[in-house]
């Protein structure tokens, strides 16, 4: 069974104080793993999608990385609008193609 | 107009009541998805539908059934309504095809409460 385990629970930083989330995963046969941004009362929004160890994608001040078995998404310099909670998620040969969520690290980001 | 609909918003139901929460998409995609969404507890699939003639049970149907009408519609319902069916519900879609490199499109979601 695939499992997805994100941290911390919640982070909480000022403006311009760099940081990262963790999410480890086990999977059977990893197919991708996404990073998501959720905000309070909507749906998740697709941020990035990472396949293979050693892969790297960037949007502005997030940079998403990867290697066998967790995925990093590192915030540069936040800003209060950063602030959601992450989800990241992964899709494997061995669950038929459906993802499996992480549970969320809540992100706030103080002026 | 967004891509995938979910009607209602918002509803607060009685308990014993049956309901459904309807979702509509304009991506195009094949497959479609229900989840629910709990404090502490992330999203958990309750029911998939990977086309109009395939439905799936999730890891938590129990109390839900599901109806694809079309290829872009996906209904959810709830024949008995219980307290603890409290929740946001979203349903999502991906492509069969590309479905890999952009994970699903989520709607808006639904904020549920049984009374």
């Known amino acids: 069974e695939d499992q997805v385990t994100q941290s911390p629970e919640a982070l909480r930083l000022q403006e311009g104080e760099s940081s990262s989330l963790n999410c480890s995963y086990t999977v059977s046969g990893l197919r991708g793993l996404f990073w998501y941004r959720q905000d309070p009362g909507k749906g998740p929004e697709f941020l990035f999608t990472l396949y293979s160890a050693g892969e790297e994608k960037e949007k502005e001040r997030l940079k998403a990385t990867l290697t066998k078995k967790e995925s990093f998404l590192h915030i540069t310099a936040p800003k209060p609008e950063d602030s959601a909670t992450y989800l990241c998620?992964?899709?494997?040969?061995?669950?038929?193609?459906?993802?499996?969520f992480g549970k969320g690290t809540l992100l706030t980001v103080n002026p | 107009d967004a891509d995938v609909t979910q009607t209602p918003r918002n509803r607060i139901t009685k308990t014993g009541k049956r309901i459904m929460l309807e979702c509509s998409q304009t991506k195009g995609h094949d497959r479609m998805y229900w989840y629910r969404q709990d404090p502490g507890l992330g999203l958990r699939l309750i029911y998939y539908s990977f086309d109009v003639k395939d439905i799936n049970k999730g890891e938590i149907s129990d109390g839900y059934s599901v109806s694809r009408q079309a290829q872009a519609k996906f209904s959810l319902s709830l024949e008995s309504a219980i307290p603890n069916q409290t929740a946001l519900y979203f349903c999502a879609t991906s492509d069969s095809g590309t479905g890999s490199l952009h994970g699903y499109t989520f709607g808006s979601g639904t904020r549920l409460t049984v009374v």
């Open positions: 998620a992964v899709h494997s040969g061995g669950s038929n193609y459906k993802l499996t």
